[in-house]
């Protein structure tokens, strides 16, 4: 039940750069490969077979750019293209073909088997959505007199909320539906939308239920009767492609950028997680100024500068000030933003002094 497939397809195609440099889709030469990366699942073609499984760091395309030189050797640089977080999978299927341009183009297709987990968005058709928030084996569910486990158990309290009427009457409707062996009616404008709960509720008694689709109900664990009627009854729920393998991040250390050498941002780039200024707000009442220094200066753009105590200009030696030729130097540490600022102002000719604490 909500096993689905994702599919995601990857593109590589041969441009033509200049006269002197052209890219070619082949296996690359030990020489340029980088380290870091499998090319042993490549073919001789310079592509993968399809029913290969893939892991990041696989190459699933080699392709070089190859420099044209008169005297010497042709250079060749790698550019393959590789799976990276989150395209793992099997290699479903493999095309070759031309572009709009006549150049080369292959498109490889990776397959993902994607099995319910925490954190998995599901949605009823009246647009009730949740997410998963435990995965249970059959024999821990509560199940009915009868021996029927529920597939999904549901937070009642969203609707009065939302005040989804439609979707406790799909439910009674369906209970009646399963037990007689027939289509329910529930077309709008037609004498099935005309009081449709008292027809269900008659119907449903008849068959030997409670009218309102309420049922004793016994604990998984221990076997003992629920103390409350629980409502059970057929829903049509759907698996949404909001899925938390999609969205999960996390980061230690990683890239930073080399403008202001902070953090890269995106889950693609292995980006880190901010801090912004209204969690800002939030640590501050609470008083974790330590914390709050960690968090924005020393896990971000923390550098370190020299400063003459005299004219307090930042200098780009330890030994002298070249400003005021005085030797009285001290370190300081700077968010890098900081320095950045500090500079681009310096090139409007706004000269900043910085106080030294001693």
Not at 15 to 24: A, D, I, Y
Not at 65 to 71: A, E, G, I, R
Not at 124 to 133: A, D, H, L, M, P
Not at 148 to 153: C, G, N, S
Request: with cysteine; charged share 25%; glycine share 8%.
């Amino acid at each position: 039940m909500f096993v689905h497939t994702c599919y995601k397809t990857l593109q590589c195609e041969e441009n033509k750069k200049t006269n002197c440099s052209f890219e070619r889709i082949e296996v690359p030469p030990a020489k340029s490969q980088n380290n870091t990366m499998n090319y042993s699942k490549l073919a001789e073609n310079g592509i993968i077979k399809k029913g290969t499984p893939v892991v990041k760091g696989d190459i699933i395309i080699g392709k070089t750019l190859t420099k044209v030189k008169t005297d010497e050797e042709d250079d060749k640089t790698d550019c393959s293209l590789a799976i990276g977080n989150g395209e793992e999978g099997i290699v479903d299927g493999v095309w070759e073909g031309i572009n709009d341009e006549g150049n080369k183009m292959v498109k490889v297709r990776i397959r993902q088997l994607r099995i319910p987990e925490v954190g998995d968005k599901l949605a009823s058709r009246s647009s009730q959505k949740g997410v998963c928030g435990l995965l249970l084996s059959q024999e821990d569910m509560p199940f009915t007199s009868q021996g029927i486990t529920p597939d999904l158990l549901i937070n009642p309290h969203c609707m009065p909320s939302r005040m989804t009427m439609s979707q406790l009457i799909e439910c009674l409707l369906g209970k009646t539906a399963a037990m007689n062996g027939k289509l329910g009616d529930s077309t709008a404008f037609s004498s099935s939308s005309i009081n449709p709960i008292n027809k269900i509720s008659e119907e449903l008694k008849s068959l030997g239920y409670e009218r309102h689709g309420n049922e004793r109900m016994y604990c998984g664990y221990t076997g003992e009767m629920l103390e409350a009627e629980v409502f059970i009854g057929p829903t049509y729920y759907q698996r949404l492609k909001h899925l938390v393998k999609d969205k999960m991040h996390s980061r230690s250390r990683g890239n930073v950028t080399m403008m202001h050498h902070q953090p890269s941002e995106g889950r693609s780039r292995d980006g880190g997680l901010r801090t912004g200024e209204m969690e800002r707000d939030s640590l501050i009442a609470h008083g974790g100024a330590a914390f709050i220094q960690e968090t924005f200066f020393d896990m971000s753009d923390v550098y370190q500068v020299n400063i003459c105590n005299k004219c307090g200009c930042i200098i780009s030696t330890a030994k002298q000030c070249r400003a005021c030729k005085k030797d009285d130097i001290t370190k300081t540490n700077i968010p890098y933003c900081t320095k950045l600022l500090f500079q681009e102002l310096q090139a409007l000719g706004v000269k900043i002094s910085i106080s030294s604490n001693k």
